[in-house]
């Protein structure tokens, strides 16, 4: 790997220097923008002030909003279709409507709020500290911003990956305009798009946007009884009922007359205002609110495999579902028969088919309480987000800037998970969380051409509840949690360039003090068993200072070098998922230094840009996860059962893995205990090193090609087992890419321009387990497709897209229950090849 990092450090360099003799032209200064070069610059705010993309000495991809538009990317879990080593995507069911959000190996992919994310967002200036929830909308967007490497001295908390800026467009006082749009499409696709920018005095100006967004699942819930009888296979069924009973229609011969629902769909809408004032000189003054509410059906998860012999050696799995058996039939138990076959259906019910009440002999679950059995969840997840900033920037001179940010912002979720995607109730879960924060900024910015700086102050707090009911007869368990957290942060920062030796070299520096603290009152009850209760107090706390320090050269008018180093860290966690008290236990905070080399270049008079970096990140403290199990104790006493343990290969101290007790051993009467699933936190620390790049093309004034390059590579000497390395980040492709290329064509018989685009992506292999090969999603490539009609003289357009043109079939991940001594292994399927149609008018 060494030889490897040295060599693409090698080939950078060397590029760099050859493609310098071709630039040509200038580039604008920062804040400006040229808008006869073919390719246009953006202004960013990422460094806190304006500054041109290819003037910023950080690895940045910044993307207008006409080019999220063109390559199909509507939300931020698209992204990863724009950023080198970046992943975007939706988390898995069980942990609700949330992104997953990792850069350059370093994210976050579990909901939980003890957890925090790797990648801080902002949107609007306005911090948004969780991944649940943060699946936006990117509503009237003017660009999005994705900051890679550890960004803390600029943005704060959580930003030890990275950071994500999303900017929308202004109100503009001096224009009246609008826009409208309707999309239809694959699954009765219906969405609608408009908003109008209106001057409401000489300094005032209000702008409004708002979208709707429908479109059905494209993963079959199927009535398991009716689906057997439809494959003439109604023995499988033993005695289990129809789900809705006698309102299931006769099942036939087609493949839809079991369907009763659907997952994977979409329903939700959002709006957002905003005010801006200019009325006095030097000050303008903003006002901005969004809402959006998200009713979407639960994640598309198919089940793919079923160990039958766990499920039958678990009296709280195979004595439920033997009650289903039928005189003379198969037994009725947890095993492939739930497995459907297809990625598109599901068995899933959200539901326990075994009445409130019930008393099951041979079963703890089961034991006549009430409170046990008859539990109906709606398969849907929920987000409802609204939140108000404010913003006042004030010139104090012609050179010095005074903003000042305030926020808030509230946040419902309520989700449900279906762990063993089957119509038995192996183990179910409903959480609700609610979230209301509270931001402060304050910062002053001063240019010279000597100096440029920034310094500042930042404050957060914020109030939230967690109230889960976790329901599992496989763990004899059943839980409630009200948990409540009440984050608070408090930092100071300032960032400098320097210039000494004018303005072609740059020394860049930046520090901020963080003090971070988290209150956490846990509150976890057991039902019916007071004494497997959790309930305690804990305060996760860190007081930390970052730097980063870098140079940067401006080499010719157009080609920009830069080398930088800086710090990042994630605060102090616990476990958030204990099964009984034993496992209650802290969890230390990340912490790493990243190195970075990069160039920026623009070639051939503004016709081709080329930004390239080498990185690496050492991860002095990396807490990562190692599932396991241990023995169940209730009273202290070890529950008897049909189970054995062994150590965990790999494992840390007391960790166990259940198995089956055998034949031999249950005919010698060997014992066995019953187990629950753990969690065993470890520190791994190790080395990331990559490379990314990006260009951007204009051959001619039609013809525009994109196209991007990462690969990361982590590394462990604490993760190699048996003299092999075993050390790849679970759930993050060490390469992915990009490309792209359109090309306007003039139809005068149609009064307008015909626009063909298609797009590239590719995702490498992604291991999802770090023990087992099988759990490995194969390299893929998925093209989008577009074809746009514009009419310029009546500012209309008709646009024909597709999405995984080719209808590439992989999993976004697999989810490995077995590894926490379940029966089953789950997988998230993607979505299929969808087709729309948009309309669009501007006025």
Not at 128 to 140: A, N, T, V, W
Not at 225 to 250: S, Y
Not at 465 to 470: E, G, K, P
Not at 504 to 524: A, H, T
Request: charged residues 20%.
């Amino acid at each position: 790997m060494k030889h490897l990092f040295t060599g693409l450090s090698i080939c950078v360099v060397a590029m760099t220097q050859a493609t310098t003799a071709a630039a040509q032209g200038t580039r604008p200064s920062s804040g400006a923008t040229d808008e006869s070069a073919p390719i246009q610059d953006i202004v960013i705010t990422a460094t806190r002030s304006a500054t041109n993309l290819q003037d910023t000495p950080i690895a940045i991809t910044a993307v207008t909003a006409e080019t999220l538009q063109e390559r199909s990317i509507t939300s931020s879990a698209d992204l990863s279709g724009l950023v080198p080593n970046a992943t975007f995507r939706q988390t898995q069911g069980a942990f609700g409507r949330s992104l997953s959000a990792f850069i350059r190996g370093i994210g976050q992919g579990d909901g939980s709020l003890a957890s925090e994310p790797g990648v801080a967002f902002y949107v609007d200036d306005s911090y948004y500290p969780l991944i649940l929830g943060s699946i936006f909308d990117l509503l009237d967007l003017d660009h999005v911003e994705v900051l890679r490497g550890p960004q803390g001295t600029l943005f704060g908390r959580n930003a030890l990956a990275g950071a994500v800026n999303l900017v929308s467009k202004e109100p503009n006082a001096s224009e009246t305009s609008g826009y409208a749009e309707l999309t239809t499409g694959a699954y009765n696709r219906l969405d609608a798009r408009a908003g109008f920018n209106v001057p409401l005095a000489e300094a005032l100006a209000l702008r409004v946007s708002f979208v709707t967004k429908n479109r059905r699942g494209f993963q079959k819930r199927l009535d398991f009884r009716c689906e057997m009888i439809r494959r003439g296979t109604a023995e499988l069924a033993g005695n289990f009922p129809f789900l809705e009973g006698l309102d299931i229609a006769p099942a036939d011969s087609d493949s839809d007359s079991c369907v009763v629902g659907r997952n994977g769909g979409e329903q939700a809408y959002a709006g957002r205002a905003a005010l801006k004032w200019t009325g006095v000189e030097k000050l303008a003054v903003s006002l901005i609110g969004d809402y959006s509410d998200d009713t979407s059906p639960v994640q598309a998860d198919q089940l793919i495999a079923v160990n039958a012999a766990t499920s039958s050696a678990r009296p709280g799995i195979a004595v439920t579902a033997n009650t289903f058996t039928a005189p003379g039939g198969p037994v009725f138990n947890y095993d492939s028969r739930f497995v459907t076959g297809s990625p598109f259906s599901t068995f899933a019910t959200y539901r326990d088919p075994i009445a409130a009440g019930a008393n099951i002999p041979g079963t703890l679950f089961y034991n006549g309480s009430v409170t046990r059995g008859g539990l109906t969840f709606d398969p849907v997840n929920a987000v409802r987000n609204w939140g108000v900033t404010g913003k006042v920037v004030y010139d104090l001179t012609d050179s010095i800037d005074l903003t000042f940010i305030a926020g808030y912002r509230d946040l419902l979720t309520t989700y449900t998970f279906d762990v063993d995607a089957s119509p038995l109730q192996i183990e179910h879960t409903r959480n609700t969380t609610t979230h209301t924060q509270r931001t402060v900024e304050l910062r002053v910015s001063g240019r010279s051409p000597l100096i440029d700086w920034t310094a500042g102050a930042f404050y957060y707090s914020a109030d939230e509840l967690v109230r889960l009911m976790f329901a599992s007869p496989f763990s004899n368990l059943q839980r409630y949690q009200n948990n409540r957290y009440d984050p608070q942060s408090k930092s100071a920062f300032a960032n400098v360039t320097l210039r000494p030796f004018g303005d072609k070299f740059g020394i860049n520096l930046g520090g901020r003090y963080s003090d971070d603290e988290k209150p956490v009152r846990f509150d976890n009850r057991q039902d019916g068993v007071p004494s497997g209760d959790i309930v305690f107090q804990v305060t996760p706390a860190q007081t930390r200072f970052d730097w980063k320090a870098g140079l940067n050269y401006q080499l010719t008018d157009a080609t920009l070098l830069y080398t930088s180093a800086s710090t990042g860290f994630r605060l102090p966690s616990f476990n958030a998922r204990p099964f009984q008290p034993s496992q209650v236990t802290q969890i230390p905070g990340d912490d790493l230094v990243a190195y970075e080399l990069g160039a920026k270049t623009d070639l051939l008079d503004h016709r081709l840009r080329l930004n390239s970096a080498l990185f690496y990140t050492d991860f002095r403290q990396r807490t990562t996860t190692i599932s396991g199990s241990e023995y169940q104790l209730i009273g202290g006493q070890n529950v008897p059962g049909a189970q054995l343990t062994e150590p965990l290969p790999g494992g840390p101290a007391g960790a166990t893995r259940c198995r089956n007790r055998t034949a031999t051993e249950i005919a010698a009467n060997v014992p066995g205990f019953v187990c629950v699933p753990r969690t065993y936190y470890t520190n791994t620390p190790g080395e990331v090193k990559g490379v990314e790049a990006e260009f951007e093309a204009r051959p001619t004034d039609k013809l525009s090609i994109n196209g991007a390059v990462g690969y990361a590579r982590f590394e462990s000497p604490d993760l190699r087992v048996a003299g092999r390395a075993n050390d790849r980040l679970a759930g993050i492709p060490e390469w992915n890419s990009n490309a792209g290329i359109q090309y306007e064509l003039n139809v005068p018989i149609l009064a307008g321009t015909l626009t063909p685009r298609i797009d590239w992506f590719y995702t490498g292999s992604i291991a999802f387990s770090t023990t087992r090969n099988d759990l490995t999603q194969g390299g893929y490539s998925v093209f989008n497709g577009r074809v746009t009609y514009l009419n310029e003289a009546h500012e209309f357009s008709v646009a024909l897209s597709a999405t995984n043109l080719f209808d590439k079939f992989y999993y976004y991940n697999y989810f490995d229950y077995q590894a926490l001594g379940f029966p089953n292994v789950n997988a998230q399927p993607t979505r299929p090849r969808e087709w729309a149609l948009s309309l669009s008018k501007r006025f």
